[in-house]
């Protein structure tokens, strides 16, 4: 369970960092701004994957291993 909240965690970071990237430069990478209801919302989401991303990191650190 520690491993996938792990995954999940770096994909939603990942993600996120990306997002952001896409907005202050214009690359066309990431999927949040592929998302159509999230249109004009693109930074939000992605500081929300962010910090969703250091959430379940949080979360896999207290879970014991094993």
Request: proline fraction near 0%.
């Amino acid at each position: 369970m520690k491993q996938f909240l792990e995954l999940l965690g770096f994909l939603a970071l990942v993600q996120g960092a990306m997002g952001l990237i896409h907005e202050f430069t214009d690359w066309h990478i990431g999927l949040v701004q592929r998302i159509g209801f999230l249109d004009g919302y693109e930074i939000y989401a992605s500081v929300t994957l962010i910090v969703l991303a250091i959430a379940l990191f949080a979360v896999a650190e207290s879970q014991q291993s094993g």
